[in-house]
């Protein structure tokens, strides 16, 4: 480990002093295992929408702007940095896709309004049959739908777990002192949502856990739990519906 440590250091000394493209290819190939690991988190939104070697293709361009535009004399840590800008190179690049049409996304809001209804009125957390029931859909239209509307809900609620449980990365709710109404909102909302992630069905609970606790990749995830990469990616998505419907009058908080 501590060889590996000087090695980067003097690799950062050298392009911070000369910029040398021969140098920068070795940087990128010494942080790549970041790429892989921002890829793998991100395909749990996908499914089989995206390739996993397309993620890993749009954070590329991630890590070398990172290495770019990263300041050694800042006292940040690389790998946090470079993380960011490669997750946002990914998201970016989807967005550009306009992968997500409005329907979708339409599609996305009734979901988790029929999630909400459902375990409000029934008290208990709503099974698949009694979703595509109060949608008018079949059983594989319902895991369809599923499969298509993942990726509509990948950044408010990953965003919003980021800006308050990542330690050590400025974010712009980090600044509560100055606006103790958003303080007191932010806590609550904390709250609802542990209270909520809490009431999940039990292999819902283990995939939010696992991802955004743990923070393993959907590969990892998969190899725990003994079930297939499309099954956690689906009980992950249903698990954002039931969270984000009970948030739903906490929108204004979130960043959509």
Same mark, same amino acid.
């Given at each position: 480990?501590?060889?590996?440590?000087?090695?980067?250091i %003097?690799?950062?000394?050298?392009?911070?002093?000369?910029?040398d493209?021969?140098?920068? =290819?070795?940087?990128?190939?010494?942080?790549?295992?970041?790429?892989k690991?921002?890829? /793998?988190?991100?395909?749990?939104?996908?499914?089989?929408?995206?390739e996993?070697?397309?993620?890993?293709?749009?954070?590329?361009?991630?890590?070398i %702007?990172?290495?770019?535009?990263?300041?050694?004399?800042?006292g @940040?840590?690389?790998?946090t940095? #470079?993380?960011?800008?490669?997750? /946002?190179? !990914?998201?970016?690049? !989807?967005?550009?896709?306009?992968? @997500?049409?409005?329907?979708?996304?339409?599609?996305?809001?009734?979901?988790?309004?029929?999630?909400?209804?459902? =375990?409000?009125?029934? /008290?208990?957390s #709503?099974?698949? &049959?009694?979703?595509?029931?109060?949608?008018g859909?079949?059983?594989d239209?319902?895991? &369809?739908l599923?499969?298509?509307? +993942?990726?509509?809900?990948?950044?408010?609620?990953?965003?919003?777990? =980021?800006?308050? *449980?990542?330690?050590?990365v400025?974010?712009? *709710?980090?600044?509560? =002192?100055?606006?103790p109404?958003?303080?007191?909102?932010i806590?609550?909302? &904390?709250?609802i949502?542990?209270? #909520?992630?809490?009431?999940?069905?039990?292999?819902?609970?283990? @995939?939010? +856990?696992? *991802?955004?606790? %743990?923070?393993?990749?959907?590969?990892?995830?998969?190899?725990i739990?003994?079930?297939s990469?499309?099954?956690i +990616?689906?009980?992950?998505?249903?698990? !954002?519906l039931?969270?984000?419907? &009970?948030?739903?009058?906490?929108?204004?908080?979130?960043?959509?």
């Amino acid at each position: 480990m501590l060889s590996a440590n000087v090695k980067q250091i %003097d690799l950062w000394k050298q392009y911070s002093e000369r910029k040398d493209p021969v140098i920068r =290819e070795k940087l990128i190939i010494e942080y790549a295992h970041l790429i892989k690991y921002v890829a /793998g988190r991100l395909s749990i939104y996908f499914g089989s929408n995206v390739e996993y070697d397309d993620l890993m293709g749009f954070g590329v361009f991630g890590l070398i %702007d990172a290495i770019e535009k990263f300041d050694v004399n800042k006292g @940040v840590k690389f790998e946090t940095y #470079a993380s960011l800008r490669i997750r /946002g190179s !990914i998201i970016d690049s !989807i967005r550009e896709m306009d992968w @997500v049409p409005r329907s979708l996304r339409q599609k996305n809001k009734e979901l988790e309004r029929v999630y909400f209804e459902i =375990e409000n009125q029934l /008290g208990h957390s #709503a099974t698949d &049959k009694e979703v595509a029931e109060k949608l008018g859909i079949s059983m594989d239209e319902f895991y &369809k739908l599923l499969n298509d509307v +993942s990726v509509s809900s990948m950044v408010s609620l990953e965003d919003f777990l =980021e800006q308050n *449980y990542e330690i050590g990365v400025d974010h712009p *709710y980090s600044r509560t =002192e100055d606006k103790p109404e958003t303080y007191i909102e932010i806590n609550e909302l &904390k709250e609802i949502l542990s209270d #909520a992630i809490s009431k999940l069905p039990e292999k819902e609970k283990n @995939v939010i +856990s696992l *991802y955004y606790f %743990d923070e393993l990749t959907l590969k990892e995830i998969s190899s725990i739990m003994k079930v297939s990469e499309s099954r956690i +990616s689906q009980l992950h998505t249903k698990a !954002i519906l039931r969270l984000r419907g &009970k948030l739903a009058r906490h929108r204004s908080i979130l960043k959509d």
